[in-house]
């Protein structure tokens, strides 16, 4: 079991480019959740998706950011026109559809943006 | 709506000394209840869980008690080691669905040798 795999694991670059990290969850599991953690703070979570359907986007999500999950596998997010505020750890975590396993949600090591 | 709160940090003990980290939550229904530890410039690993009222969840010594009548889900750990040092993550999951984890602010624990 590789676990959750993000890359890349950290990117600087320049206020108004775009960027984009991809997530690979744990194999089958089909929900797949993005998470945003500043310095010094839990995260906060940004959407969610059950297979390739985006079920729920937090009001963090602006229109600047775009999360796609398109065969239900991997998932990228891509943010648009950086800003500076954009700069934090971006978290992907993966969990199974079965009560058996209680639904535990296994993170990934976390995508480091600075925007400067 | 739901949410964590969590003692705030750092907490500061020499090794082998007694650790709680505090933490309540505010919920509707029967929440599950997490630890997470985060060691630097890592990810989150999930410690230790319970998932309805009495259960007490534990991992590598830690134990956390799910107190519904407290709200309460309190970390501790009888004797620290200097390897324990990390942020400390309390999370909530709302019952039914998918519900998503929500997290508290976390708790830095250094412990010194």
Redesign the interface.
């Known amino acids: 079991d590789t676990g959750v795999s993000q890359d890349p694991r950290h990117k600087i670059t320049k206020r108004g480019q775009n960027v984009t990290f991809r997530c690979d969850p744990i194999s089958e599991h089909n929900r797949l959740y993005w998470y945003r953690q500043t310095l010094g703070q839990g995260p906060e979570f940004l959407t969610y998706f059950q297979n390739e359907a985006q079920l729920e986007k937090s009001r963090l999500l602006s229109d600047r950011f775009s999360a796609e999950r398109p065969k239900g596998s991997f998932s990228t997010l891509e943010i648009q026109r950086t800003e500076q505020g954009d700069s934090a750890m971006y978290l992907c975590a993966s969990s199974l559809k079965d009560r058996g396993t209680g639904n535990t949600i296994y993170f990934g090591e976390g995508s480091w943006l600075t925007v400067v | 709506g739901n949410s ?1 709160t969590q003692m705030e940090g750092p907490v500061t003990l020499s090794e082998e000394a007694f650790l709680t980290i505090n933490c309540t939550y505010t919920a509707t229904g029967y929440p ?1 209840l997490f630890w ?1 530890v985060q060691y630097p410039g ?5 410690l230790l ?1 319970a ?1 309805k009222a009495d259960d007490k969840g534990s991992n590598k010594g830690f134990e956390a008690t799910y107190r519904k009548e407290t709200t309460s889900f309190h970390l501790e750990k009888g004797s620290v080691q200097v390897s324990d040092s990390a942020v400390y ?1 309390c ?1 909530l ?1 709302g019952a039914g669905g ?1 519900n ?7 708790t830095r624990l250094a412990v010194h040798p």
């Open positions: 964590v599950s997470y890592e990810g989150l690993q999930l869980k998932t993550f999370a999951r998918y998503k984890l929500i997290f508290g602010a976390g």
